[in-house]
């Protein structure tokens, strides 16, 4: 995601907020999190689901977040996160990517 105001960007705590009700409202179950915030400024979040896990991954100076979700509940999984997700943050551009997984297949 790119254009979005850099002082969203470095708000761990509201990135994390917004992230985790995102989750929340697609259903998923949190296990547990992980962050880190840069110095003089970034942000990192790692969520742990019982369905996979998900990240993000700020650039203040950049004005960019990049966001990964993995999901074992079917195709098309975490759209609605996504979604839930960037509404608040109103980037400019998206590049977004969807790689189906095939999970129990050889």
Do not use: W
């Not at 254009?3 to 990135?15: C, E, S």
């Not at 019982?50 to 975490?78: K, M, Q, W």
């Amino acid at each position: 995601m790119y254009g979005i105001d850099p002082v969203l960007l470095d708000d761990g705590k509201g990135l994390e907020e917004k992230l985790l009700d995102a989750l929340k409202q697609d259903g998923f179950h949190i296990l547990d999190k992980a962050s880190y915030e840069f110095s003089p400024k970034g942000y990192t979040l790692v969520v742990l689901l019982a369905e996979s896990h998900v990240s993000i991954h700020t650039y203040p100076e950049y004005n960019s977040l990049y966001f990964g979700l993995y999901s074992c509940r079917r195709d098309g999984d975490g759209v609605k996160t996504y979604e839930i997700f960037k509404e608040g943050l109103k980037p400019v551009s998206v590049d977004f990517i969807q790689r189906p997984i095939s999970v129990g297949k050889k």
